[in-house]
């Protein structure tokens, strides 16, 4: 009966070991339950967790182009600098009167529904990872809900900035084990753009606008979400906020006047808790799980400076080829990124990847999630 104690769960996830597992499992408990330790039970009801995997993406980019060179014409700069320092070329705007992140945040539900011929009415739960919500309340998720016809849906937005995706990936997955809930939309969407003072040099050729969402589903093949570390640490607020327009200082013609309604960041703080942030969570992550580089497909890494990403890819051991990379046209798209890359690169991921998902954000907020690719998409 001990035997079961060493398969060393989740390195092996292959359907007929999981099922092997479980009946010896049911043996254990229906022979001899009382002999097994506080940590052996802790392992066994682990290892019936249900398996929770990402089934559809979506991904939506407005369509003007800020790219470096207008940018030249609005501020001090010049594109070697930009590209030199942060690796984006260009970003994407959305213009027009009225719209907000929840009309982003609409086209890549409305493409998941359809893409699996899913009724609306099937989704249990959506939520929306933003820091430029619609409006103070009512939340972008319900907005999104509503005009996507999610008319059996909750939903709630949650913020944790650029690693927002990430926190409402795994809170998602943990709606599913729950066995309450069977179809959960993740929305990771910014309207920077609204945010960002195009007169400050330092922070307005970050960033860009999109949205990226997933569906999740119950898996029976043992693929999904397997792990995830997720921290967060208030040291972070002083080197990247907004000042104004929250509880503590409220809309005022005097924060208007002093710009504090626009994101400020201290770069080079934040860089710095970036790359260690990032590159060790990847790193912890692969430890804890025994995964080597070559058990790697792909990083999925949050797009904020192409050098932070190349410092996480080092530590992990991958090479570029490994690494998806879109800061170039994007540039920073907080919530957006990683689900943006998943879509862009939907048909090249394969049913059995190992996908480690890492990202570092305001707050600070950082993680990295490892996901087993559930599915093949037709060419
Ligand atoms: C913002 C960032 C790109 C700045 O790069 P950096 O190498 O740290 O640059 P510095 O801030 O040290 O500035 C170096 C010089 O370039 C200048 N500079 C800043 N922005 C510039 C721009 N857009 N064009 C030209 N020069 C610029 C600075 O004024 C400074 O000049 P000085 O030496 O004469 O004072 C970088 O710090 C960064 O990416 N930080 C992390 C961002 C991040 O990850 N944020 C979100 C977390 S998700």
Wanted: charged share 20%; aromatic share 10%.
């Amino acid at each position: 009966m001990y035997a079961i104690m060493v398969f060393g769960y989740p390195k092996f996830q292959n359907y007929d070991f999981l099922i092997a597992k479980n009946q010896i499992i049911e043996k254990a408990f229906s022979i001899n339950f009382t002999c097994l330790s506080k940590r052996q039970v802790f392992k066994i009801s682990y290892m019936q967790k249900k398996q929770v995997a990402i089934t559809a993406v979506g991904g939506y980019v407005p369509d003007y182009v800020l790219s470096n060179q207008i940018l030249e014409t609005m501020i001090d700069t010049n594109d070697e600098w930009i590209t030199t320092r942060t690796g984006v070329k260009e970003r994407r705007i959305l213009k027009g009167e009225g719209l907000g992140s929840s009309d982003m945040g609409v086209e890549t539900v409305k493409q998941i529904l359809q893409k699996r011929n899913i009724d609306p009415l099937e989704i249990d739960c959506l939520i929306c990872t933003t820091v430029t919500p619609d409006m103070v309340f009512p939340a972008t998720a319900n907005i999104i809900a509503y005009k996507t016809g999610l008319k059996n849906a909750f939903g709630f937005d949650l913020g944790a900035a650029c690693s927002g995706f990430l926190f409402g990936l795994t809170t998602a997955a943990s709606l599913i084990e729950s066995g309450r809930y069977k179809k959960v939309i993740v929305v990771g969407v910014d309207k920077m753009s609204a945010i960002v003072d195009y007169s400050d040099r330092t922070t307005c050729i970050l960033f860009g606008d999109a949205a990226g969402a997933v569906l999740l589903e119950e898996n029976t093949e043992g693929h999904g979400i397997l792990d995830s570390l997720l921290r967060v640490d208030g040291v972070g607020c002083q080197h990247l906020h907004m000042k104004a327009g929250g509880s503590v200082k409220p809309a005022s013609i005097e924060t208007v006047m002093a710009k504090e309604h626009f994101v400020y960041q201290e770069g080079q703080s934040v860089f710095k808790y970036a790359v260690k942030g990032m590159a060790d969570i990847s790193y912890e992550l692969m430890q804890k799980n025994n995964l080597t580089a070559d058990d790697i497909a792909w990083l999925v890494p949050h797009q904020a400076n192409l050098r932070i990403i190349d410092a996480t890819a080092n530590r992990m051991g991958l090479p570029a080829e490994k690494v998806m990379i879109n800061i170039q046209k994007y540039g920073n798209t907080t919530s957006a990124t990683i689900p943006l890359c998943l879509w862009e690169w939907e048909k090249q991921l394969k049913k059995g990847d190992n996908l480690i998902l890492a990202a570092f954000g305001g707050g600070f907020t950082w993680g990295a999630t490892w996901v087993k690719w559930a599915y093949n998409t037709p060419a």
